[in-house]
C-alpha cells in the first residue's frame, strides 16, 4: 500500500527583482510503499531539496498533488499545517535542529510537548526509544556537551517520539564523521525493519547505498531509480556511482 503518492510535482519560482521565473521541478512522480526506505539523489541544483521541503509540506507545490495516506497535503490549511506534520512526519536534519537551551530529553519531548501530551506519556514513549539508540545516559545534557553522532541520535529519536507515518531525512549523515555516520546508517536501517517508512535526500553514495530504492532527480525530474533487491550494500554503491556518472557526463541513461 503505498503510504506517499506524488503525482505531476511541478515547482516554479519567480524572483524578487525582474519576475524571471525559475522551474525548479517539472514533472515529478512517484510513490513510497509503507515500510519502505528510499533515498533521493541528484547534482545540487536538481530539485531534490525543494521536492523534500514540499513534502514535509514546508512549501507548496505550483502544480500537482502530494497525497499522505490518501489525503492531498497541499489541500491542508496553513494554520493547520504545524499539527498535521507534528501527527505525520518525523524529520531528521543535516545540522540537527536541537535548541541549546533545552536538554537533550526536553529536545527530543518538544513535539508532543507541543501536541498537549502528559509527562507520564511523553516519559513513557520516550525510554524504549532512547534505549534503542543508546542515549539513555546522556538525556539530562545538553546539545553542546555531546558530540554530533549524539546529537543525531537525539534528532531522530525526536522524529520517532510522535510515532510518524514517514521520515523525511534531509543529508542525515553530512555534519558527522564517518563513524558516526555509519552508526547512524546503521540505525536507520534497524529502525526500517521494525516497519519504519524512511524518505531521505543525500549525496553520500554510502547512505543511499543502505536505501532499499534509489530515486535519482535531473532537472526537475525523476531521471532514473534502482532497486537493491538482493544486493548488498557495495553492489549497490557501484550501481549508484555508474548512475550518477551517467548524470554528470550527461548520457543517457540504460534501460
Known sequence: MAILEVNNIKKVYTTRFGGNQVQALSDVSFS?????????????????????????????????QVLLNGKNVSAIREGELSAFRRQNLGFVFQDFNLLDTFSLQDNIFLPLVLAGKSYNEMRSRLMPIAEKLSINEILSKYP???????????????????????????????????????GLLSMFQTINEEGQTILMVTHSI??????????????????????????????????????????????????
Open 32 to 64: 513510497v510503499e509503507k515500510g519502505e526506505y528510499v533515498a533521493i539523489m541528484g547534482e545540487s541544483g536538481s530539485g531534490k531539496t525543494t521536492l523534500l521541503n514540499i513534502l514535509a509540506s514546508l512549501d507548496r507545490a505550483t502544480a500537482g
Open 144 to 182: 553542546y556537551e555531546v558530540s554530533g553522532g549524539q546529537k543525531q541520535r537525539a534528532a531522530v529519536a525526536r522524529a520517532l517520539i510522535t510515532n510518524p507515518q514517514l521520515i523525511l531525512a534531509d543529508e542525515p549523515t553530512g555534519a558527522l564523521d564517518s563513524k558516526a555516520a555509519e
Open 206 to 255: 554510502k547512505a543511499a547505498s543502505c536505501a532499499k530504492r534509489v530515486l535519482f532527480i535531473k532537472d526537475g525530474q525523476v531521471f532514473h531509480q534502482i532497486y537493491k533487491g538482493s544486493s548488498s550494500n557495495e553492489e549497490m554503491y557501484q550501481k549508484i556511482s555508474d548512475t550518477l556518472t551517467v548524470i554528470t557526463t550527461g548520457g543517457e541513461r540504460n534501460e
